[in-house]
């Protein structure tokens, strides 16, 4: 569902003009009708669960020093950190063919999350659409051609985490993320049920 700046503004309970920034920094996923902004609502409500406090977010780099040492003990903890982290990848919901989908999943150049990385970790989970993976920035180009990823689609069955090369995280042979990334991801995507069996694998 989409819907205009005065309406996220009062959700949000901010300014139409700091609405726009939000948009303009990627933060709120929206797309030009005419002269207007129409923003998705679910990245509205995405926004507000995981809203910063004051002050400036830790940087890519910094977000995934602060997954790799931190464990949270509870879903707050994990909501806290989810906050935290929140810079650690640009989020790019995207849609592609459904019979596609195995064949992005099994490819070399993607580590996998969401509830597909839950139940690889253990979790009594059911592994469904979106589908969340993480890729290397050099990489994003490449793999949605290969894939005939659509991005902005308003129904989204995978989403794709750019990671600057920089700042790559995983390990040549890692193919899924380790169970704290793997609950962070699923807070980030507002998947609290699947988060909090998660947690017990933490």
């Keep these: 569902m989409k819907i205009d700046v005065e309406r996220a503004a009062t959700i949000l309970g901010i300014s139409a003009i700091q609405v726009r920034r939000l948009i303009a920094a990627g933060e709120l996923r929206a797309g030009r009708f005419g002269r207007s902004w129409q923003i998705d609502l679910e990245s509205v409500h995405r926004y507000d669960d995981l809203r910063p406090s004051a ?22 903890e994990a909501r806290r950190l989810a906050i935290q982290t929140r810079r650690r990848a640009q989020r790019c919901p995207a849609r ?7 064949h992005l999943l099994a490819s070399d150049r993607v580590v996998v999350s969401g509830t597909a990385a839950a139940a690889h970790h253990g979790a009594p ?17 490449a793999i949605a051609d290969e894939h005939d990823l659509r991005f902005g689609d308003a129904e989204p069955n995978v989403v794709v985490r750019v990671v600057p090369d920089t700042v790559w995280p995983f390990a040549a042979q890692e193919r899924h993320t380790n169970p704290v990334i793997t609950l ?17 694998k933490v």
């Design 125 to 141: 989970v059911q592994d469904r659409p979106p589908h969340a993976i993480y890729v290397r920035r050099s990489d994003l180009d």
């Design 96 to 102: 592609m063919s459904p019979g596609e989908l195995p």
């Design 55 to 76: 002050g400036r977010p830790p940087d890519a780099r910094k977000s995934w020093d602060l997954l790799a040492s931190e464990h949270p003990k509870s879903m707050d």
């Design 184 to 200: 962070i991801d699923l807070i980030d995507d507002r998947d609290d049920r699947s988060a909090r069996e998660a947690l017990r």
